[in-house]
């Protein structure tokens, strides 16, 4: 009876020691940045402007980034980690009604940039960082820019999700 009683303790014994604790990363953690984008009034270069109707996609995406348009004069969205570029379509007027008079505009964005990965903890794996982030606009030859000018915002590097990284005036 004392060998099952020793034999019980020994491997209840092994099995706590074995345990270890959750690898869970804190939300508080800094982790890949998105980019940060604020939209201002061309006329009113100081004054932020809403665009209405909103929506963005990523080049040979098949979904936007938002699930409804959006009417905000700030947006945050990602890049990707995989590739040294990213090229965005950043639609107007997305997903009007059938009876509206206005037309939907697209305009494509263009950002390069070098991916530096950072490990943060066992927890959490690494993060990316982009650094030397650039921005170009690409002119349309059929139709009017809806947006007519963009400045990246220096230090050109992305490394947290406070900071606005790209102003976008139209």
């Known amino acids: 009876m004392k060998k099952y ?12 020691s074995s345990c270890q ?26 004054q932020s402007k809403s665009v209405p109707r909103l929506n963005v996609i990523a080049e040979g995406e098949s979904d936007y980034y938002f699930e409804e348009s959006t009417n905000r004069s700030s947006i945050s969205i990602p890049l990707r980690t995989t590739e040294n570029f990213t090229n965005f379509s950043f639609v107007r007027n997305h997903d009007l009604p059938e009876d509206s008079n206005l037309t939907s505009n697209a305009d ?7 991916v530096n990965l950072e490990y943060v903890s066992r927890s959490c794996g690494y993060k990316a960082e982009f650094i030397n982030f650039n921005a170009v606009l690409v002119n349309e030859e059929e139709s009017v820019n809806w947006i007519q000018g ?3 915002i220096q230090p050109n590097d992305i490394l947290n999700e406070q900071d606005t990284h790209l102003y976008i005036f139209h």
Do not use: G, N
């Open 5 to 16: 009683l020793l034999l019980s303790l020994f491997v209840a014994l092994i099995c706590i």
């Open 21 to 46: 604790r959750d690898d869970i990363c804190p939300e508080s953690t800094q982790t890949t940045p998105k980019l940060v984008i604020e939209f201002f009034d061309i006329d009113f270069p100081e």
């Open 108 to 114: 494509e964005i263009q950002f390069s940039y070098t």
């Open 150 to 152: 963009i400045q990246v």
